[in-house]
């Protein structure tokens, strides 16, 4: 009996104590896990009116660089690169340039090796998720190559699901294409995504290389979570691009810098500092995200690496970047810690 209750209440402290152990253990899992998910800065995101939310329903603005033609420059696709542009240069968002086609030096695209373009997309989105960034996947194409582009979007949609991590960028650059075709052609390449990522942000191309966002204010497409990309090179593009833009966000028009330069359209000619601050600046007036044009290293301004530099961007030193590189980390670091 006393053997009993002796054993009764030592399995009473034991339970007591194990069960105090247990709560503060999972105490310390709440708490670990709060944590955790309050120094998660990716969230899903959404389009409303001109700004671009999170689920917190802060406006989020974002800014980084993107990576070049995947055909070209795919050897900088690491996951030291993407590190590197987050951990050295503050950026919070990233892009993989996906080649839809042969364009000038640039012989390699999902054309002429599908594999190869997925898995560079992959390489990149891969190492965004695993560094808290957003991803954008722009099928970077000048021409409509609507068949491919679903071919492509349906087989990276179908492997992230709905990823909050993940823009959507469906079109680059269209020529100097009717703002009609480029609403078809969203027509059927956005329900491709949706279908496995109904909530993913879509950025939609506009008229001669993302500059006629007046088209696109005047006859916005009624999908949910679409924004437009505008995009810029400071040398060339000037007051008349900026006054544009701003005519289009007065009427409404989401914009998203998916693309800039602060040199010339070509992607050469000398930095043009006081058109590369004004657009800065109407970016940051209208919370506009930015990425900036791009991780290679060929011989012209807008190719941040000096050619030779190491495919891992961790083993960047200071000698391999040009002067853009540094505006650009400039650019990101300031407008990333606002
Ligand atoms: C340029 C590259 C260049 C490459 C060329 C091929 O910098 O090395 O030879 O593409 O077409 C864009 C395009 C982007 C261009 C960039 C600079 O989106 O592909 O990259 N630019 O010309 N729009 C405006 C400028």
Known sequence: MRKTRFFGMAAAILALTASMACSQSKQKAAVAESEAVDSVFVKPLRVEGTALLNTDGDTVVLTGASFGWHGNWGRFYTPGSVKAIKEKWGANVTRAAIGAH????????????????????IAVIDAAIANDMYVICDWHSHENRKENAKKFFEVISKKYGDD??????????PLQIQWQEIKDYAAEVIPVIRKNAPNSVVIVGTP???QEVDKAAADPLKEKNVTYALHYYAATHKDYLRERARQAIDAGLP???????????????????ESWNAWVDL???????MLMWSISDKVETCSMLE??????????????LKEWARLVKETTQTRNSK
């Not at 909050?164 to 650059?173: M, S, T």
């Not at 970016?283 to 995200?289: E, I, P, Q, V, Y």
């Open 102 to 121: 042969t364009s000038g030096d640039v012989l390699n695209s999902y054309e002429a090796d599908s594999a190869y373009a997925v898995n560079s997309a």
């Open 164 to 173: 909050p991590h993940i823009i959507y960028e469906i079109w680059n650059e």
């Open 208 to 210: 001669s290389w993302d």
């Open 255 to 273: 914009l998203f810098i998916s693309e800039c330069g602060s040199m010339e359209a070509t992607g050469d000619g000398p930095i043009d500092y």
């Open 283 to 289: 970016a940051d007036r209208n919370k506009l995200s």
């Open 307 to 320: 050619p030779g530099a190491p495919s891992d961007g961790m083993q960047w030193t200071d000698d391999n």
